[in-house]
């Protein structure tokens, strides 16, 4: 029935990485040739990444057999493995980048989809409508993930606005703190519903079970990647208030509601898709912002390409340390994440002394 | 009924003004009565069938409630004297979660069977000795170290309370699957299955560490008056953090022991004693603290069994409520 559909994303992606970063690389080439020629090595090494992670699994699926003509390998390869690698790809690199989106918007580096209440709002949703509709579809599910979630992070940018003092690091104890509420509401219902472990499950970024036809929603948010590329300086503007912005001659509500919205739809598919995947949102960017500093628009290549590094790395380690079981990767981001995001932190304090 | 609910509608009317005109020992005696009444209640409500059965298991279910209430209650004022704040709490700085991590990964160093047959107060003794040892070396290495910004401090025992559940559940993944049932049964844990030997050790454990606090009680009102302070009225301020860290760790893993993890029950209680104390004497505010904690937990629980019908969904109201309040207090800006 898909077997036509078959290869018709398989050939099409694997290519489909590198046009971001190229096109940003082409561009840049005469003023920052060495930031492309590195870019360029990065997306190599994600590359690479990818092509190994397509040939680590439970069945035989190996060079020799899908050149031999393996029907079952090609199968396999086909059905789950390139699925799988491409959905780790797009959410890796959407959800860098949208965090990065969210600390432009917020002004503050410590803040990412998963510590302002956006994640955890998205599965409020998904709870809300696999309880009052049981049989909805996943666009149904989606879209009412996305409504949440664009409320759940509006709501965290109005506590913001009216924080008495905008500390540093006030701003994500805040958005930490809603999330925990939220969850706490989705807790509630999920445990009277008996949805608790469903619940967890969602929770938790798994790509283990991506397979062809499961995994397309999330083109949504490569396209909105690009989307926040290159709207990423009008993000840049809108985080310095409305006036200023306004002085510059943009429309203040109308570049929030986009960051809004782009945040939003990438966290509700990603949750929808995968899970929540922790962290990443935040890491990413700020690492990339150590390495190459704050211009923002040749930043989000870069979160992007370290971003799909990232998880494909942290799903390469997930499916071989305890083979042939395997740990989700939102396990793995999640220990590896806390440690990072804690060094970010003792780090400042180290540098004011 | 009346008494099973009176955190959110009190903290909501002495926001702006503590009730200050009432005397400590009139909140003591009348929390103690509403604390004893409660317990009374809890013991008899629907009291029928074969009572040699029914009244040792709600005695049991009690005495861990008032066990549990009293740790969390005086380790999370303790912390807050000597950390001078009122809002840092052991479970927010990440203590519950690191007990968690150190039981799965004494699972997953000798094994879930070995655990097992491991004889319960040995097993007990372990776990508070690295315990406390960790979070004696974690966190006075962040309290005693420079740059005191109490909003890095807290973002700090956030993010290491997520880092410590990170871990337990990446060395949950690795440990056989039937090991980890058992250690499944360690932590979830409720109010409804707490074993009688088990609390028996934790009381133990707690008496010890009061009998040390008690021993301290001089020191803790000037403690709270901050470093500087407390040196210049001649308390050895090192000594006394390092044996305040001590009481705490011990109490917060027996609470954990007992019943698992619960995040916010302590800021709670120890916001609200603060708001009902006219001075802040910790003879005041602790038992204040302590006694809300039981109200709280036994006509919380109360409630949920007899009115709503489900039991173990306590946690999550208190998760609830007191990340609300957790709110309100960041956004009064009370944290300094």
């Known amino acids: ?353 | 009924m009346a008494n099973s609910n009176p955190l959110p509608t009190a903290m909501v009317s002495s926001r702006r003004h503590p009730v200050r005109s009432l005397p400590p020992k009139f909140w003591i005696i009348t929390l103690g009565i509403a604390a004893a009444a409660l317990v009374a209640v809890f013991m008899t409500i629907e009291l029928r069938g074969n009572l040699g059965y029914i009244l040792p298991r709600r005695a049991v279910k009690v005495a861990s409630m008032i066990l549990v209430a009293y740790a969390v209650g005086v380790s999370t004022v303790l912390f807050q004297t000597v950390t001078c704040n009122r809002i840092l709490t052991p479970s927010i700085m990440g203590f519950d979660a690191l007990y968690v991590l150190l039981q799965t990964a004494l699972v997953f160093v000798i094994g879930g069977q070995a655990v097992l047959t491991m004889s319960e107060p040995v097993l007990f003794i372990i776990e508070l000795v690295l315990m406390v040892g960790f979070s004696f070396l974690l966190y006075r290495w962040l309290f005693t170290g420079g740059g005191k910004s109490l909003h890095l401090m807290l973002l700090v025992g956030i993010i290491f309370g997520t880092m410590f559940r990170g871990f337990s559940s990446l060395l949950q993944r690795l440990i056989d699957p039937s090991e980890f049932i058992i250690l499944q049964d360690l932590f979830f844990a409720s109010f409804n299955n707490v074993d009688g030997a088990l609390l028996g050790y934790s009381a133990i454990a707690v008496a010890l560490v009061s009998i040390m606090a008690w021993r301290m009680r001089s020191s803790f009102d000037v403690l709270a008056l901050g470093r500087d302070m407390a040196v210049n009225l001649g308390v050895d301020h090192k000594k006394a953090v390092t044996s305040t860290l001590i009481i705490c760790s011990v109490l917060v893993a027996v609470s954990t022991a007992l019943v698992g993890p619960v995040t916010f029950f302590g800021l709670l209680v120890a916001s609200l004693a603060y708001q009902l104390c006219s001075h802040f004497r910790h003879a005041a505010v602790l038992p204040i603290a302590v006694l809300l904690g039981i109200i709280a937990l036994v006509g919380g629980q109360l409630v949920l069994e007899r009115i709503f019908a489900f039991d173990t969904a306590l946690s999550i109201v208190i998760e609830f409520v007191g990340g609300i309040v957790f709110l309100i207090l960041l956004l009064r800006g009370n944290v300094k």
């Not at chain 1, 006030?170 to 989705?186: F, H, N, R």
């Not at chain 1, 709207?231 to 986009?258: C, E, H, P, S």
């Not at chain 1, 990339?288 to 942290?314: E, H, K, T, Y």
């Open chain 1, 1 to 353: 029935m898909s077997a036509p559909a078959a290869p018709a994303p398989g050939p099409a992606s694997p290519p489909a990485l590198p046009p971001p970063s190229t096109s940003a690389a082409v561009t840049r080439r005469r003023r920052f040739p060495r930031t492309a020629a590195s870019l360029a090595l990065g997306s190599a090494a994600v590359f690479v990444l990818a092509v190994a992670s397509m040939f680590i699994g439970v069945s035989d699926v190996s060079l020799p057999s899908l050149l031999a003509g393996d029907p079952v390998a090609w199968q396999v390869f086909w059905v789950s493995r390139v699925p799988r690698t491409l959905s780790i790809i797009l959410a890796g690199m959407a959800l860098s980048v949208a965090g990065l989106i969210m600390q432009l918007m917020a002004r503050n580096k410590f803040v990412e989809p998963g510590t302002v209440g956006t994640v955890e709002s998205a599965s409020l949703g998904i709870l809300v409508v696999t309880v009052l509709l049981p049989g909805a579809s996943m666009i149904m599910k989606m879209s009412t993930a996305t409504l949440f979630a664009a409320a759940g992070t509006a709501l965290f940018l109005l506590i913001l606005r009216r924080l008495p003092m905008r500390n540093t690091l006030i701003v994500p104890l805040v958005g930490i703190m809603l999330g925990g509420v939220i969850s706490a509401v989705t807790t509630f219902f999920a445990y009277r519903t008996d949805l608790l472990q469903t619940l967890n499950s969602w929770m938790v970024g798994d790509f283990s079970g991506v397979l062809r036809g499961r995994y397309e929603l999330l083109w949504i948010v490569g396209i909105l990647t690009v989307i926040g590329y290159l709207a990423a300086d009008r993000f840049t503007v809108a985080g310095m208030g409305a006036d200023f912005t306004t002085n510059l001659g943009l429309n203040y509500n109308r570049v929030m509601m986009l960051g809004l919205v782009i945040v939003s739809l990438i966290s509700a598919v990603v949750v929808v898709s995968v899970g929540s995947i922790p962290f990443l949102g935040l890491i990413v960017p700020n690492l990339v912002s150590l390495m190459i500093g704050d211009n923002v628009r040749r930043a989000v290549p870069w979160v992007a390409v370290f971003g799909a590094g990232f998880v494909l790395a942290c799903d390469i380690i997930g499916r071989t340390i305890r083979y042939p079981y395997e740990i989700p990767v939102g396990v793995i981001v999640s220990a590896i994440g806390s440690v990072l995001f804690l060094y970010l932190l003792l780090r400042k304090r180290a540098a004011r002394g």
